[in-house]
């Protein structure tokens, strides 16, 4: 026994002894070991989303506790431009109505004031400059990004309308006149800042009340704000009394969707990465190693060099077996992402007060149909300042009060177009107004008026367009020879068949059963 444990003895000493700072250089030298795919994850690995870049949840709670509108303001500008899906209700409410309207005479109706039709044609024509169903869907994107509107409606050289924007950071409102409308208050320090051109500087001062311009050019004023009323063109619009946009509160879900969105995309990437094991060999009889700690790099800088395109495959290299592992199970990332989503994207519609289906059909067309009529009624409703204030502001340019004209919105979309000319159309044949068919349909005073006398008068169509002749626009015949009627039907007639029952309702007008009563039948 004494002389096996000397020769062991003798053994392990002439074997040479391993040093650990040895391996510590070898890792670190395997670590720096450079790769093209690494550089590029380096260069471009990381995301660029601008909302992540921009605020957190925090941020954003802390900006609308604070009720600053200048901040809340800047953080929807924010979103709008960077968040499409900030931006898409936006515009979704901005352009939800058409905007139709009538133009409505007020007179005695017992002393007819003399060329009242002429002065009609020259209210239409006033109004139909103000192109309103063009103006007043970028005025709703405004209020809608930023919660007010400030403006003027003026005149131009040629007398007609115009709609003139002004910044908010020189505009203000505190008081409600007698219509219900707001009072614009201006800051005259504004025409300092518009242009350095004295020329041009006047220009624009002449397009605003006198009052406006005597107040700017008083010398020494203490004060630098001036009240424009509505009757005087002056515009503000809001739709909260917070003068802040509407939907601010959705900015804090639609950062976490942002977020989410970025996770899943980091999901994603490690889903497709993959993790090379590269072990080395080791004598199993005593342990050492079978290659040199310089042959080892060798190898590993070699399996390196061969996968440096690919970068997704990251290579370690150690002494045993070589395995292939996934970073992430690609599956069930894959199962688990969209429903993440989908939660985070709902809670967004559920802050904005819209339904997701309007955006993403998924569902029945009654919950559809229900939750766009529900908009239009709350945008129709918004709207109505805007007619209060063209309202006023036409009525200081009626002459007198025997005569004068106002505008009336319909409650109209044009996503319901059909359904809108089919109400008119019905209410006409009860004697109710026919311009707002003509209205519904897209046509002003002025095209129907234009239109109706080409096509009588110049045309002469009712001589040329003959409807086609049916049992509902044509006599019975009367049999020649009995003077009974003849009910004798064409051959034809056998082949027709009648499958009774009601007509079939439009799409939007289908209960959710009777969609998934159709779609099981196909």
């Not at 969209?338 to 569902?363: C, P």
């Not at 039907?489 to 969609?515: A, F, H, M, Y």
Request: net charge negative.
């Amino acid at each position: 026994m004494a002389e096996q444990e000397l020769v062991k003895a003798q053994l392990n000493a002439a074997k040479p002894t391993r040093d650990i700072t040895e391996f510590a250089d070898f890792a670190k030298r395997v670590a720096k070991v450079p790769r093209q795919a690494d550089s590029f994850r380096n260069s471009y690995g990381r995301s660029y989303h601008a909302i992540s870049g921009g605020f957190s949840k925090e941020d954003i709670r802390e900006i609308i506790e604070s009720g600053n509108p200048d901040s809340i303001r800047e953080l929807s500008k924010y979103y709008a431009r960077f968040s499409g899906t900030y931006a898409r209700p936006m515009q979704y409410y901005a352009t939800l109505l058409s905007y139709n309207y009538m133009v409505v005479p007020h007179y005695d109706i017992d002393s007819r004031p003399k060329k009242l039709k002429q002065a009609y044609r020259k209210a239409a024509k006033y109004i139909k400059d103000m192109h309103l169903e063009a103006i007043l869907p970028k005025i709703n994107s405004i209020i809608l990004t930023e919660g007010i509107y400030y403006g003027l409606l003026l005149e131009d050289g040629e007398g007609k309308p115009v709609f003139y924007k002004l910044p908010t950071r020189y505009c203000r409102s505190r008081f409600i006149d007698n219509n219900g409308l707001p009072i614009l208050e201006l800051d005259v320090s504004y025409f300092d800042n518009v242009t350095n051109d004295n020329i041009e500087r006047k220009q624009i001062l002449d397009l605003f009340p006198k009052y406006v311009k005597a107040a700017y050019v008083r010398k020494n004023r203490k004060n630098n704000w001036v009240e424009i009323s509505a009757f005087d063109g002056g515009l503000c619009f809001f739709f909260n009394d917070d003068q802040v946009p509407p939907f601010a509160s959705a900015l804090a879900a639609a950062q976490e969707l942002e977020e989410a969105r970025d996770r899943e995309a980091q999901h994603d990437s490690n889903a497709l990465r993959k993790l090379l094991v590269h072990k080395l060999p080791i004598n199993k009889n005593d342990g050492e190693l079978l290659f040199t700690l310089p042959e080892a790099q060798e190898l590993h800088n070699s399996i390196c060099a061969m996968l440096a395109e690919d970068d997704s495959i990251d290579v370690i290299t150690t002494y045993a077996d070589v395995t292939l592992e996934n970073v992430q199970d690609s599956e069930a990332s894959a199962n688990s992402s969209t429903t993440r989503l989908e939660k985070y994207l709902n809670s967004v519609y559920d802050d904005l007060g819209t339904s997701s289906v309007i955006f993403n059909a998924d569902s029945g067309s009654t919950a559809l149909t229900y939750s766009i009529k529900k908009d239009i009624s709350l945008m129709f409703a918004w709207s109505h300042q805007y007619e209060l204030a063209i309202n006023a502001f036409l009525r200081r340019k009626a002459k007198n009060d025997n005569l004068y004209f106002s505008i009336k919105f319909l409650p109209t979309s044009s996503i319901f177009r059909k359904e809108d000319v089919d109400t008119y159309l019905k209410t006409a044949q009860y004697g109710y107004p026919r311009s707002a068919v003509a209205a519904v349909m897209g046509l002003d005073m002025i095209d129907l008026h234009q239109i109706t006398d080409f096509e009588n008068n110049v045309l002469h169509l009712e001589n040329s367009m003959i409807p086609l002749s049916s049992s509902y626009n044509s006599p019975e015949k009367e049999n020649s020879n009995s003077g009974e009627k003849n009910t004798s039907k064409d051959s034809s007639d056998k082949n027709i068949t009648n499958e009774g029952g009601r007509p079939q309702k439009e799409v939007e007008e289908r209960s959710d059963k009777t969609d998934r009563n159709l779609e099981g039948q196909t």
